[in-house]
T-cell receptor
Framework: GDSVTQMEGPVTLSEEAFLTINCTYT??????LFWYVQYPGEGLQLLLK?????DKGSNKGFEATYRKETTSFHLEKGSVQVSDSAVYFC????????????FGAGTRLFVKA | NAGVTQTPKFQVLKTGQSMTLQCAQD?????MYWYRQDPGMGLRLIYY???????DKGEVPNGYNVSRLNKREFSLRLESAAPSQTSVYFC?????????????FGPGTRLLVL
């Protein structure tokens, strides 16, 4: 079945460091790919998404490119801030024409001042 | 605009007790979902409602029931709580059910079953 695999956390970085959180997926068909972020004590919220191969999603300085050849959707940010500390979830939807969203296990990010 | 609201925020139950988790959205969304979040496992879909008047099982429906009361409200009921149901429960909604739809999440209900 469909699945999403994320790098295990926690990831600890200093402010202004470069961030990469790896995400790979297994799916039949052509899913849409998402990154959601969960700040402490809150629900998930959409960070960015891409709906077809080679699309790049971007928001708040974060970027991810839909790579069909490597089945990956890695999240990157050039310079993290303390306020980026959160849990990041990679997800896919619509793999076989269905709508259900499959979430990865989440990666916790700590950014130190 | 409140978005998705959930009540209660936190609940402690004894094994065998029952309770209902409430969820409401004010975005005129058609589809609503209940997930549970457990450490290291991401979110797993319990039940969903594609539209008012319909409900379907997700990945982990055992021990739960749901009611889509109207377009705004979608409740989750635990008839006889078990320690394995200790988790954080999230309600979400989306405008439709296409693959590109964004889901909007509530703040969660933290449930502890003793």
């Amino acid at each position: 079945g469909d699945s999403v695999t994320q790098m295990e956390g926690p990831v600890t970085l200093s402010e202004e460091a470069f961030l990469t959180i790896n995400c790979t997926y297994t799916a039949t068909g052509y899913p849409s790919l998402f990154w959601y972020v969960q700040y402490p004590g809150e629900g998930l919220q959409l960070l960015l998404k891409a709906t077809k191969a080679d699309d790049k999603g971007s928001n708040k300085g974060f970027e991810a490119t839909y790579r069909k050849e490597t089945t990956s959707f890695h999240l990157e940010k050039g310079s993290v801030q303390v306020s980026d500390s959160a849990v990041y979830f990679c997800a896919l939807s619509g793999s076989t024409g269905g709508f259900k969203t499959i979430f990865g296990a989440g990666t916790r990010l700590f950014v130190k001042a | 605009n409140a978005g998705v609201t959930q009540t209660p925020k936190f609940q402690v139950l004894k094994t065998g007790q029952s309770m209902t988790l409430q969820c409401a959205q004010d975005m005129n969304h058609n589809s609503m979902y209940w997930y549970r979040q457990d450490p290291g496992m991401g979110l797993r879909l319990i039940y969903y409602s594609a539209s008012e008047g319909t409900t379907d099982k997700g990945e982990v429906p055992n021990g739960y029931n749901v009611s889509r009361l109207n377009k705004r409200e979608f409740s989750l009921r635990l008839e006889s709580a078990a320690p394995s149901q200790t988790s954080v429960y999230f309600c979400a909604s989306s405008l439709g059910q296409g693959a590109i739809e964004t889901q909007y999440f509530g703040p969660g209900t933290r449930l502890l079953v003793l």
